[in-house]
């Protein structure tokens, strides 16, 4: 156990469906990211959040919605989602935001749209 | 182009044999550079992490170096495990900005007996 958390670890969803994702740390960090992982790329920035404030979102479409309830939850609601969004979902945390800070990512959520 | 290239993008090796993984970056301002290891249906671990003026560092039968002059690190890998198969993923840290981290795609390494 990693100490973050991600929910469920599977996800099969037809593209009229609305899912979440959830993700859970207890190691009191401040910043929270969730990243995409295609086959063979390069892990994707999608959304930071520090402090429960949402402080990066790069370029996702809007199919993809991020919550930051608290520092340790946070999820992230599907709608609409395409062939092409099939992927492994990761969720990290840092104690901080900066160089220093690593990250401690979770298991991840295999998602395939159908 | 990414900013961060790994190679060989995947490799096979025997049980107890040695091997090395390289990461060629572009990164700049360069901060750090982190190796994680990721299993199969997980997330990825850190392994090692270097700074500008660190040349080598290792963990266990990891061994990680960085060349900051010439832009690349190497991962080498002393009598591997069938455990040790998994991806391996070079991630460069710029010192401008919070959480500007490029990773590079992965190196799949498979280890048979």
């Known amino acids: 156990e990693t100490g973050v958390t991600q929910t469920p670890r599977h996800l099969v969803m037809g593209m009229t469906n609305k899912k979440s994702l959830k993700c859970e740390q207890h190691?009191?960090?401040?910043?929270m990211y969730w990243y995409k992982q295609s086959a063979k790329k390069p892990l994707e920035l999608m959304f930071v959040?520090?402090?429960?404030?949402?402080?990066e979102n790069n370029s996702v479409p809007s199919r993809f919605s991020p919550e930051c309830p608290n520092s340790s939850h946070l999820f992230l609601h599907l709608h609409t989602l395409q062939p092409e969004d099939s992927a492994l979902y990761l969720c990290?945390?840092?104690?901080?935001?900066?160089?220093?800070?690593?990250?401690?990512f979770g298991s991840g959520t295999r998602l395939t749209v159908v | 182009k990414n900013q961060v290239e790994q190679s060989p993008q995947s490799l096979i090796i025997l049980e107890g044999k040695n091997c090395t993984l390289q990461?060629?970056?572009?990164?700049?301002?360069?901060?750090?550079l982190r190796w994680y290891k990721q299993d199969t249906g997980r997330g990825p671990v850190s392994l090692t992490i270097?700074?500008?003026?660190?040349n080598t560092k290792s963990n266990g039968r990891y061994t990680a170096t960085l060349d900051a002059d010439t832009k690349q690190s190497s991962l080498h890998i002393t009598a591997s495990q069938l455990s040790d198969s998994a991806s391996y993923i070079c991630?460069?840290?710029?010192?401008?900005?919070?959480?500007?981290?490029?990773f590079g795609a992965g190196t799949r390494l498979t280890v048979k007996p």
């Open positions: 190691l009191g960090h401040n910043a």
């Open positions: 270097m700074t500008f003026s660190e």
């Open positions: 991630v460069v840290s710029r010192t401008l900005g919070n959480n500007d981290m490029r």
């Open positions: 990290a945390s840092s104690q901080g935001r900066g160089p220093n800070y690593g990250y401690t």
């Open positions: 959040y520090s402090l429960e404030e949402r402080v």
């Open positions: 990461c060629n970056y572009t990164v700049s301002p360069f901060s750090n």
